[in-house]
């Protein structure tokens, strides 16, 4: 499955669009890892905590969103658009949600 956020496929012809698809995920952030990382950006450096939780985010909803679109018969996803939301109660989740649209490429 071909996932890119340009609008086409590079060498290939668009035959059908078969539909709008997504894939969300909500994960929520340890409170020791959130610790450690207000240590960590206290005295700088990379949270590495933070950014492996984002990196399973993404990974969750794009997987997601390539399912819904196979089942949809479509051989690529394009425009696919990655959004991030800090939701629930003083921030304690992250919603990560990818959206685009599924197509069938000519051969």
Known sequence: MIVTTTNSVEGRKISEYRGVVAGETIIG????KDIFAGIRDFVGGR????EKVLLEARTTALRELEQRAAQLGADAVVGV???YEVIGANGSML????SGTAVKLEF
Do not use: E, R
Not at 95 to 98: K, L, N
């Open 29 to 32: 952030a340890n409170f020791f």
């Open 47 to 50: 949270s590495g905590s933070y």
């Open 81 to 83: 658009d990655i959004d």
């Open 95 to 98: 919603m990560v949600s990818a």
